[in-house]
């Protein structure tokens, strides 16, 4: 069985006098795509932002390569490789596209990494090459999120944390992101993709978690998932 990057055990997060995240257990293997996905409100960016360090967790613990990070800084995780691209996507407004990509690879050194990693980035979204020079917060909604993808892709990391990256966008858009998603674990990079669109994201994951008022209620295969009545009935509005 592939190595296990990420594990989260017995997470509690509680802010405003609220437990938003009430003892919650995953993990993501070296190679998968897992998609936890839930209603708005379930907790799932309470768990990722608490992944990242960007909130403070109440119990519980989060391994990464097999060593706790729990207390740690994005800035400390980035450098080991975990990345993530927010919901709402935090661009960079007043830099340019090539600007914003540059900060992505600011805890590198390697320029000629760099520049390899930059030209991928434009092989990957084509529309950012086109727009290199132009300021990030004159874009789309969905150039902003090929955007800010492409920004997390510079440091090269070992885990990618999406959140929400389809939230917003028109459903053409839509198409386009997964199937860069798609494309991006097939390059071999380990994904946790949190998500309300449920049909999607199942649809490319390898796992899935299913995340209701704070808790883990199911998880399985996300083929099985995609098919099971539960699901299709309070997820797919079938």
Known sequence: MAQTLLKVSGLKVAYGGIQAVKGVDFEVREGELVSLIGSNGAGKTTTMKAITGTLGINAGDIEYLGKSIKGQGPWDLVKQGLAMVPEGRGVFTRMTITENLQMGAYIRSDKAGIADDMEKVFTIFPRLRERKDQ???????????????????????????????????SPIMVDKIFEVV??????????????QNASRALGIANRGYVMESGEITMTGEARAMLNDPKVRAAYLGE
């Open 135 to 169: 300021l990030a917060g004159t874009m789309s909604g969905g150039e902003q999120q090929m955007l800010a993808m492409g920004r997390a892709l510079m440091s090269r990391p070992k885990v990618l944390l999406l959140d929400e990256p389809s939230m917003g966008l």
């Open 182 to 195: 798609g494309d991006v674990h097939g390059q071999g990079v380990t994904i946790l993709l949190v998500e």
